[in-house]
């Protein structure tokens, strides 16, 4: 007979809280092993080296959040991401206007056009007043993020201060800044550029090195708005700011992106993407296009571990690339901007530690199948799907963006299952890539593999041709108790987080034994560095 002890044990492991998913530790049986077969002779693809980059959301200017791009350690953090793209754009880009007026920004205080040491970029706001500025901003947000959805955007300004800011802090991050334009002025049809000129001569005037897109999701202005913009209008928009580019000289060579459509889910959207391509192919640097795997207003925890959402992705991406191949063939293909859940995120879910399951899958898959850029939404912001929490902690993903950003590099290699493996279905799932050749860890013709494992077994990595030295950096959630809803993420079994303001930890592998199995944990995600690989296709 079972005793009562017993059955409140068996109780606390396996039954999960009303709307989690309890992380359960492995059980000591032994873990299915998964075989694949790496192809290292030659790579896949190269991918840019700013293939992981990040996202502001203009929205952030309305909420009156952009003084925290003054902070010290939100730098920090942002630089450590570097090299990257950083898009100011999304929804509320369509409701920006510029105006030249407002106090100029101080250079002594924030020019950041040629520092001449770290700490010029660093030290943009005292420590008092950032603290307080963050007080006021974790305070703000739950409520900023309830009232987002909820009414009309109406249009707002932005003033060359503002400019200054968003610059600075993309220049001293070592990012590249992307900056959207209001698509939605327009005259007869056809876009009203004159506002856009004032904006562009001010940033000429400043010299500013940065890029720039027209318009988010056009397919959804008949939604925002009520105006119909077609994607062969469109464009013709795009060729228009392309040479209102060309009359400035610090924009001859500026790079242009567009058309951030929606993902492929109905075809009046690809028949909108093909009109676009069709009369504004030509002038962009890359197709960019928007993708999220499910709605964040009832989004489960189960989506985020399912095999089939992960996969939906794959689908999509062939739409896409069919469209250029058939408009603009060899154009870059960009996700330029991305997360788990549209609407802000799902709460309790994308700024926990599940949520990487999404995101170092899409990394994988996107790189494998030839995405060029994957632009995360968004680095900080009053939503639940950013890297950093409203405190301006780091988040599991930025822990784990970090991570990739160190350890992987921009060749793809080919790893697959090496057979028909009914009782894994996607549960495993596994990446490669040439080693980052500026990590602390490289040698000449090191890998990476990276893994999940989406299953609550423990799994084992079996490859045709194993390695022997190993370096484990292994993701585990950070709080026991919360498991898959920890919003903290532990290394190796220590606990990640800020020294202070200025310096993030150490990120320090662990070697594995020779001849020791690669055991990815139930609910966890890791990367392997193997030293001693001597891929050919990463010599």
Request: hydrophobic share 40%; net charge positive.
């Amino acid at each position: 007979m079972t005793s009562p002890l017993s059955l409140l044990l068996w109780l606390q492991w396996c039954v999960p809280a009303a709307g989690f998913l309890v992380f359960t530790p492995d059980s000591g049986t032994r873990p299915e092993p998964v075989q694949f077969k790496a192809e290292l002779a030659r790579s896949l693809r190269t991918v840019s080296p700013r293939f992981l980059s990040v996202a502001l959301d203009a929205a952030l200017l309305r909420q009156k959040g952009l003084d925290l791009l003054r902070s010290q350690k939100l730098i920090t953090l942002a630089k450590a991401l570097s090299p990257g793209y950083l898009r100011f754009g999304g929804t509320g880009a369509d409701f920006i206007l510029f105006e030249q007026n407002g106090r100029p920004y101080p250079s002594h205080e924030n020019s950041c056009m040629s520092p001449k040491t770290q700490d010029d970029c660093l030290s943009l706001l005292p420590l008092k007043l950032e603290n307080m500025l963050v007080d006021i901003w974790r305070m703000q947000a739950p409520h900023l993020l309830k009232n987002e959805f909820n009414k009309d955007i109406q249009n707002t300004t932005i003033t060359g201060e503002s400019l200054d800011i968003l610059y600075t802090f993309a220049h001293c991050s070592g990012l590249h800044l992307i900056f959207g334009l209001n698509a939605l002025l327009r005259k007869d049809h056809v876009w009203d550029s004159s506002n856009a000129q004032k904006l562009l001569q001010y940033c000429a005037s400043k010299q500013y090195n940065m890029s720039w897109e027209l318009g988010n999701e056009p397919n959804s202005f008949r939604h925002k708005v009520g105006i119909k913009v077609p994607g062969t209008q469109l464009g013709k928009d795009f060729q228009q700011l392309y040479s209102l580019l060309h009359t400035f000289r610090t924009f001859n060579h500026t790079k242009l992106y567009g058309p951030d459509i929606g993902q492929p889910r109905r075809r009046r959207i690809v028949t909108m993407l093909k009109g676009f391509l069709q009369t504004g192919g030509e002038v962009l640097d890359a197709v960019t296009w928007h993708h999220y795997y499910v709605n964040g207003r009832n989004a489960t925890p189960e989506e985020f571990l399912s095999p089939k959402v992960l996969d939906s992705l794959v689908w999509k991406i062939k739409q896409i690339f069919k469209v250029v191949a058939k408009t603009v063939p060899g154009k870059k293909v960009w996700l330029g901007e991305t997360s788990s859940a549209f609407g802000g995120g799902a709460p309790d879910l994308s700024n926990k530690f599940i949520a990487g399951f999404m995101w170092l899958d899409k990394l994988g898959l996107s790189a494998k199948m030839g995405i060029d850029v994957v632009i995360r939404q968004v680095l900080v912001g009053a939503a639940y799907y950013q890297l950093v929490d409203w405190s301006l902690d780091p988040l599991p993903d930025y822990w784990l963006s970090l991570i990739y950003k160190q350890l992987v590099g921009t060749k793809v290699l080919n790893v697959s299952v090496a057979h028909s493996d009914k009782g894994n279905e996607g549960i495993l799932r596994v990446y490669m890539h040439c080693t980052n050749p500026t990590s602390e860890i490289y040698r000449k013709g090191a890998v990476t593999m990276f893994a999940l494992n989406l299953s609550t077994q423990d799994k084992e990595i079996l490859l045709f041709d194993p390695f022997n030295n190993i370096i484990q950096f292994l993701l585990q959630p950070g709080d026991s108790e919360e498991g898959l809803h920890s919003q903290s993420v532990k290394l190796n079994g220590q606990l990640l987080k800020m020294v202070d303001h200025k310096t993030l930890p150490v990120i320090k592998g662990e070697a594995l034994p020779a001849g020791h199995p690669i055991i990815v944990p139930a609910h966890s995600y890791a990367f392997y560095v193997a030293q001693d690989a001597n891929a050919p296709a990463c010599l």
